[in-house]
C-alpha cells in the first residue's frame, strides 16, 4: 500500500460541535455581549465623571449595585464563553473548576444585584409594570438556575449540572439577544412603546431558554467537554 493510498484511508479528524476547535460558539456568545459590554462601560464612565443626567440620576442616589450588576455581568458572559470550548476544556483540565468558582459568584451577584436595581432604582421612561415583572421572573430563574447547577455539582451529576448552569447563562445572556430582538423593529418600526419594549425584552430572555432547553434535549453532548 503507498503512502498516496495510507493517506487517503486515514480517519479524518472530526469537527468538534462549535466550529473548527470549537471557537465558533463561544465567539458568537463574546460577540453577542459587546454591545451590553459597550452600554455598561458608558454608564461606568458617566458615573466616575459624574455627569448626571434625567436618564442616569438614580444611579448615583446609589451607585454600588448597578457597579456591581455591570462588573459582574461582563465577567459572567465573557468567561462564560470559555466554557463552551470542548477542545480548550480538554486541554486545561483544570481550567472549568477554576473557571466555575469565578463564574458562580458573579453569576448570582449579577443576578441579585438586577432584582435589586428593579425593586428599588425609579423606572426610567419606557419601563412598565410588565417589563419589571419579567425582570423579576428572570432574574429569580437565573437564580435558581445557577443554584441548582451548584446543587448538583456538590452531588456529582453532571448532567444536571451542565444542565443548569447552560439554562442560567442563557438568561444572562439575554441582554445580547434583547439587542438582535430590538434591530429589526427599530428598523421597521421605530421606537416600541411601553408594552412593545416589555415583550421585545421579554422575547430576549424566552429565545434564549428555547433554544438552550432544544439543545439540552436534543443534543445532550453539544455543550460537554
Not at 46 to 53: K, S
Not at 96 to 113: D, F, N
Not at 170 to 184: D, E, F, R
Request: charged fraction near 15%; glycine fraction near 12%; hydrophobic fraction near 55%.
Amino acid at each position: 500500500m503507498t503512502d498516496k493510498s495510507l493517506t487517503a484511508h486515514r480517519p479524518r479528524p472530526r469537527n468538534t460541535a462549535g466550529g473548527r476547535g470549537g471557537w465558533l460558539l463561544p465567539t458568537v456568545l463574546v460577540v453577542l455581549s459587546v454591545v451590553p459590554l459597550i452600554a455598561g462601560g458608558v454608564r461606568l464612565t458617566e458615573l466616575a465623571g459624574g455627569d448626571v443626567t434625567p436618564g442616569n440620576a438614580r444611579f448615583f442616589a446609589a451607585p454600588l449595585p448597578v457597579v456591581l450588576h455591570i462588573f459582574c455581568a461582563a465577567v459572567y458572559s465573557v468567561l462564560g464563553a470559555f466554557q463552551f470550548a470542548p477542545r480548550f476544556r480538554r486541554r486545561r483540565p483544570g481550567w472549568h473548576r477554576v473557571a466555575g468558582r469565578i463564574l458562580v459568584p458573579c453569576g448570582l451577584a449579577a443576578a441579585l444585584s438586577g432584582l435589586w436595581m428593579t425593586l428599588f432604582y425609579a423606572r426610567p421612561v419606557g419601563d412598565g409594570d410588565l417589563l419589571a415583572a419579567f425582570r423579576l421572573l428572570f432574574g429569580t430563574a437565573m437564580v435558581v438556575a445557577i443554584s441548582l447547577g451548584l446543587a448538583a455539582i456538590r452531588r456529582r451529576d453532571f448532567a444536571r449540572h451542565r444542565a443548569w448552569m447552560i439554562r442560567g447563562y442563557a438568561i444572562g445572556m439575554g441582554a445580547g439577544t434583547q439587542v438582535l430582538v430590538h434591530l429589526p423593529w427599530l428598523l421597521f418600526f421605530g421606537l416600541p412603546d411601553e408594552l412593545g419594549r416589555a415583550l421585545l425584552m421579554g422575547a430576549g430572555w424566552a429565545i434564549n431558554l428555547v433554544v438552550v432547553e432544544w439543545v439540552i434535549r436534543r443534543r445532550p453532548a453539544a455543550f460537554s467537554s
